[in-house]
């Protein structure tokens, strides 16, 4: 039994996205209070770990993840108490909070960066400044360090014109880049998360965690690339990870970390406990199954052989070398799943089922985003002033700048577009909701008059009473916790996906077999295996269409069947 079954292995985790989930004050923006005033909500799912999105004081150029004080609570989202109160109340329901620490980068309206900007010495070391040409000026800076592109489109360097020096940033202008070879900001990094561990807080996301260590030196990326090579698990990440788990005290604690275009054998040695780094990883491979040649704004139709492939790859080799997988299909930087490799138009509640099902039973720990359990879609925005994603709307400047049209560009933004989760949680069939008495911050999609949390309570027959019970059987059946995974050869050129969980030494009237099919298309697909003696264990359709040793796999129909002694 791989080591952290016993630790994560029936445990499920719900991400809030703090802006969008429950705003409590009218202002039309979520906020800790909204929060607590839904726990119960949460608790009847049967969540066991809460992320939630960071709170901490920020100009939101990035909704958050530029943050200006780790040790503070933004007042946007409410007061330090507020934040007590539901840590409080959700210990009182048996949920932990799991903070998002944002540690590859700060705003550059922190202190620190600010210091560094009137030339002080001690903060200028805190991130990655070059040197610019001693000729350079405002108008001709020349040309950067290196030719890295950042995430969010352009140079990933800025000019500063006071200093002469350029800084390096991933991700928005705004974001500067923090140099972890400094031990003074692992000092800080470390310090951070005692003040919060002091706070009772147990669990820890942390965002691009995987990008905190660059190599030495600065170098063009020579393949026309973005640069990743250079700082992707770089030379010293695992030894700076391991310096903040033993100083920060979260040894033991329920961690993940966000992999950026990682690799299988760095997130187990992320992973696995013998490191002492963290405990689970997420990683997004099977997140560019339709991303035509891997680039993210060029739309293709999800390749099936491509998804299998990885999951398998990352099921079974995380399993072989005691790593532990996050599973998931959607977050705050990710689509809707469901619009996404489903047909919410034909099939909206079995492609709402469908996918968990294939992923809460594999072997990891599953985490759901908030709305997921309603089956809430992509928003049927039709501007792109509807946007509020800074990689959003320069994107959509971008692809025009690539040879789309504004009609086309505008179709890729809707499709891919991080505001595609991030429009407010969909409550009730009010005008806004439920979320807010007031304007909501971004518009809410149109369908949340017959999607809503409101609609689906206490009907069995809901995408939400569909998550309670994958909940349970994870949370009842050992061989879901607990068992091994393996992946069914000769599906290839086909939309099914096939995984088999096995548990030597059952609990007695425990499954110790369970196989899971899974139909990834609009039409019915038939299987010759030998289901004798199997009965549904779960499916999004009831019990399985198993007639004379064939299976029927219905349009997006998911099933698992279980073996008992």
């Known amino acids: 039994m791989n080591p952290r079954a016993s630790e994560l292995g029936n445990k499920v985790a719900y991400q809030i996205y703090i802006r969008s989930f429950q705003d409590s004050d009218g202002d039309g923006i979520g906020d800790l209070r909204g929060i607590t005033s839904r726990l119960d909500y949460l608790a009847g799912l049967g969540v066991d770990l809460l992320w939630i999105t960071p709170f901490f004081p920020s100009p939101q150029a990035d909704n958050g993840y530029d943050v200006t004080d780790y040790r503070a609570i933004d007042p946007l989202f409410g007061t330090m108490a507020d934040f007590e109160e539901l840590a409080r109340e959700a210990k009182v329901r048996g949920i932990s909070l799991m903070l998002d620490m944002v540690f590859n980068h700060t705003s550059t309206t922190h202190e620190w960066f600010k210091r560094a900007l009137a030339g002080e010495d001690r903060y200028l070391a805190y991130y990655k400044f070059v040197d610019a040409a001693p000729d350079a000026t405002e108008d001709n800076p020349g040309e950067p360090p290196t030719n890295w592109q950042s995430k969010f489109g352009g140079s990933a360097w800025e000019y500063v014109p006071q200093l002469n020096k350029w800084y390096l940033h991933l991700f928005d202008v705004t974001q500067a880049d923090l140099d972890w070879d400094n031990p003074d900001v692992r000092d800080e990094m470390a310090s951070i998360l005692r003040f919060w561990r002091k706070k009772g807080v147990d669990s820890f996301r942390f965002d691009v965690v995987n990008l905190i260590s660059k190599v030495e ?46 690799t299988l054998e760095n997130c187990v040695r992320y992973t696995n406990p013998a490191h002492h780094e963290l405990s689970q990883a997420f990683s997004f491979h099977h997140l560019k199954a339709d991303y035509a040649g891997g680039d ?36 705050h930087d990710q689509p809707r799943p469901n619009s996404r490799f489903g047909n919410t138009d034909t099939h909206w509640y079995a492609s709402s089922t469908l ?60 499709e891919r577009s991080r505001d595609d989760a991030r429009t407010p949680m969909q409550w009730d ?53 607990e068992g091994e995974i393996r992946f069914f050869d000769g599906y290839e050129g086909t939309p099914i996906i096939a995984y088999e969980r096995t548990l030597e030494n059952a609990p007695e009237g425990s499954a110790w077999r369970v196989v899971v099919l899974c139909n990834f298309s609009g039409d019915e697909q038939q299987l010759s295996a030998p289901f004798d003696q199997a009965q549904t264990l779960v499916g999004n359709y009831g019990d399985a269409l198993l007639e004379a040793g064939k299976l029927t796999l219905r349009p997006y129909e998911a099933v698992a069947l279980a073996w008992n002694d």
């Not at 993940?256 to 275009?261: A, N, Y």
């Not at 139709?301 to 599973?327: H, K, S, Y």
């Not at 908030?370 to 049927?380: A, I, K, R, S, V």
């Not at 806004?432 to 309570?457: C, D, K, Q, R």
């Open 217 to 262: 030196g600065w170098q063009d990326d020579p393949t026309g690339g973005d640069g990743r090579q250079f700082y992707t698990d770089g030379p010293h990440v695992h030894e700076y990870l391991q310096e903040l788990v033993e100083r920060g005290g979260i040894d033991g604690c329920v961690t993940v970390g966000e992999m950026s275009s990682t």
């Open 355 to 414: 996918l968990p099902t294939c992923t809460h039973l594999m072997q990891g720990t599953p985490y759901i985003y908030q709305g997921e359990e309603l089956g809430m879609t992509n928003p049927d925005f039709t501007s792109i002033d509807q946007y509020r994603d800074v990689e959003s709307i320069n994107y959509f400047q971008i692809l025009q700048d690539r040879g789309l049209t504004a009609d086309e560009a505008f179709h890729v933004v809707h």
């Open 429 to 481: 069939g009010s005008a806004t909701a439920g979320f807010t008495t007031g304007t909501p911050w971004i518009g809410v999609s149109g369908n949340h008059t017959w999607i809503n949390a409101a609609a689906e309570l206490g009907d069995q027959k809901s995408v939400y009473a569909y998550y309670q019970q994958l909940i349970a059987l994870r949370k009842g059946e050992p061989i879901i916790a």
């Open 296 to 331: 993210k704004w060029a739309l293709q139709p999800m390749d099936i052989d491509q998804l299998r492939t990885v999951f398998r790859t990352w099921q079974e080799g995380m399993q072989e070398q005691d790593g532990w997988n996050a599973l998931f299909w959607s977050n």
